[in-house]
């Protein structure tokens, strides 16, 4: 039956540690892998830009020996002629078994479900979600600390704006134990919705602060994030803020020994390129493990639509 993954909330905790099971023996046996979709093909449909995202999709559907159809820039395709998000799916779906999408307006991956024949998978919708980015995430924490249970993690940056957060602390606050620290300016606080919605009802502690300094000793794990240029409704904020946390040596020496650096990237300036040497950096496996669920999640899905 075909099924689309719209929000990291759309996947049990089950099917996540399934999906990071399946990922786990990708990645120890990716021969066994090599023909799963043969004759299948991806779209992959950007109308914002993205570099990992939709590369690593690419990748993901290569390795698992099918292929892939891409539009990677909206002035390309007929959406800059005014073809709807709901005209588009319609079309796709006569082409692809199954799509990608990201789009910079909230809700656009869910108008394209509801519409497509075949499974969508949502590739990033404005300020909502990002689920494919939190099941790189997921499985980076968990081969980094060998679960999530008991982890002080740290959400640092644009927690307003930041997608890659909203859908991560969905997931993460399904699983027993966690706990959070959220540091960000008075004006990139997370949103309230996210912390009523999944922080509070479960007793989840908490706690916000604007010093990366303050909470450095205290964090098993730092997800920095890049405050989102593209958000914001006017230019002066966003030079005001962007420089707001920068992580360098000097913070890092405040940090664990076990400490893990996480960032859903791309960066700009808050991860100095001197941290890219110490040992506690995890952001470039991320990117890797990025590849290895998202082949997790095609399959998933591809076997689901076929049953
Ligand atoms: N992390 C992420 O979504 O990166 P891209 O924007 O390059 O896809």
Do not use: W
């Amino acid at each position: 039956m075909k099924r689309s993954v719209i929000d990291i909330l759309d996947l049990s905790v089950d099917e996540l540690n399934g999906l990071m099971d399946t990922a786990e023996d990708i990645i120890a046996n990716p021969d066994d892998y090599a023909d799963s979709c043969r004759r299948k093909k991806l779209a992959t449909l950007f109308f914002e830009p993205s570099t990992r995202t939709r590369m690593s999709f690419e990748a993901a559907m290569y390795e698992l020996g099918g292929n892939v159809l891409s539009m990677t820039d909206a002035a390309s395709s007929s959406a800059s002629k005014g073809e709807s998000v709901a005209d588009t799916a319609r079309v796709i779906s006569c082409y692809a078994d199954i799509i990608a999408m990201r789009h910079p307006k909230e809700g656009a991956a869910l108008v394209a479900a509801n519409n497509a024949t075949i499974p969508v998978i949502n590739a990033g919708d404005g300020g909502h979600c990002h689920p494919t980015q939190t099941l790189a995430d997921l499985l980076t924490i968990r081969r980094e600390k060998g679960s999530f249970s008991g982890l002080t993690v740290g959400l640092c940056g644009d927690l307003k704006f930041g997608r890659t957060v909203h859908s991560l602390i969905n997931a993460l606050s399904r699983y027993d134990g966690v706990r959070y620290v959220l540091i960000s300016p008075e004006e990139l606080k997370l949103p309230s919705y996210v912390k009523e919605e999944a922080i509070k009802p479960r007793g989840i502690p908490y706690e916000q602060t604007e010093s990366l300094e303050d909470a450095m000793p205290s964090l098993d794990v730092l997800y920095m994030t890049r405050v989102q240029k593209e958000r914001f409704f006017n230019e002066e904020d966003y030079l005001r803020l962007k420089d707001s946390y920068i992580l360098d040596p000097a913070k890092m020496a405040l940090g664990r020994q076990d400490l893990i650096v996480m960032h859903p990237l791309p960066r700009v300036n808050e991860i100095s390129v001197a941290v890219d040497r110490d040992p506690r950096a995890c952001y470039f496996k991320q990117v890797l493990n990025g590849k290895y669920m998202r082949m997790s999640l095609i399959l998933k899905l591809l076997e689901e639509a076929a049953s």
